[in-house]
C-alpha cells in the first residue's frame, strides 16, 4: 500500500539553527500538506502546496518557514532559525484532490529545539 | 471558520464495551468531516469520512460515526471494544480547500 514517509523520524537541534524536514508523498498526489502537533495539542495546519507552489498558509507560517518540492518527489519544510517553541511533530500529508478526498499522513518527525 | 470540538479528552472503557466520542462542528455550509486515528508512535490514519452520500459512515476495525445536520454532529462509536483500539481518536473538518482543522483529540484507554 502507498504511504507517506518522512525522515528523519526524530530531530533534536540547536535554538537558531536550521533545519529541513523531509517528506515523501504518495506518488500519483498532486496536494501537499505540512501540520504541526505541538506537545498536548491539537495538530494545526501549516501550509498545502499544489502545482509547485504554497496555495495556502496558516499564521504559524511566518517567514522563518519554506517548502519546496525540489525534485518532483520529495517535498521539504525548512524552518530557518529555530526557536524553543518550534518544538513539536511535524506531520506531512498528501492528497489527490478533488473534494472530499482524503488526506493521508506520515509518521511524523518530532523536532526538538534545545 | 469551520472548526470542531470533541468533548473529553480522554475516555476509558472496558474491553467488549460501547465506545462513543464526540464531535460536534461549526460551518456554514456543508463540510467534510474525518475521523482519524493515532497509535502510539504512528502518524494518523484515516478511519472514516462523511462525504455526504449518507449519514451513517462505516469505517475501519468496526467504527462507525453518523452525520447529524440538526446537532452539528459526528459522533464515532463502536459497539464493543478491543485492546487494540486504545488510540487518540481526532476528529476533522475541511471544505473545498482541502486543509483539514483538527479537534484537540480523544485518548481512548481500554481496560481488561
Known amino acids: 500500500e502507498p504511504e507517506v514517509t518522512q525522515t528523519p523520524s526524530h530531530q533534536v537541534t540547536q535554538m537558531g539553527q536550521e533545519v529541513i524536514l523531509r517528506c515523501v508523498p504518495i506518488s500519483n498526489h498532486l496536494y501537499f500538506y505540512w501540520y504541526r502537533q505541538i506537545l498536548g495539542q491539537k495538530v494545526e495546519f501549516l501550509v498545502s502546496f499544489y502545482n509547485n507552489e504554497i496555495s495556502e498558509k496558516s499564521e504559524i507560517f511566518d517567514d522563518q518557514f519554506s517548502v519546496e518540492r525540489p525534485d518532483g518527489s520529495n517535498f521539504t519544510l525548512k524552518i530557518r532559525s529555530t526557536k524553543l517553541e518550534d518544538s513539536a511533530m511535524y506531520f506531512c500529508?498528501?492528497?489527490?484532490?478533488?473534494?472530499?478526498?482524503?488526506?493521508?499522513f506520515g509518521q511524523g518527525t518530532r523536532l526538538t529545539v534545545v | 471558520a469551520q472548526s470542531v470540538t470533541q468533548l473529553g479528552s480522554h475516555v476509558s472503557v472496558s474491553e467488549g464495551a460501547l465506545v462513543l466520542l464526540r464531535c460536534n462542528y461549526s460551518s456554514s455550509v456543508p463540510p467534510y468531516l474525518f475521523w482519524y486515528v493515532q497509535y502510539p508512535n504512528q502518524g494518523l490514519q484515516l478511519l472514516l469520512k462523511y462525504t455526504s452520500a449518507a449519514t451513517l459512515v462505516k469505517g475501519i476495525n468496526g467504527f462507525e460515526a453518523e452525520f447529524k445536520k440538526s446537532e452539528t454532529s459526528f459522533h464515532l462509536t463502536k459497539p464493543s471494544a478491543h485492546m487494540s483500539d486504545a488510540a487518540e481518536y481526532f476528529c476533522a473538518v475541511s471544505f473545498n480547500d482541502y486543509k483539514l482543522s483538527f479537534g484537540a483529540g480523544t485518548t481512548v484507554t481500554v481496560r481488561a
Open positions: 500529508a498528501s492528497s489527490y484532490g478533488g473534494e472530499n478526498t482524503e488526506a493521508f
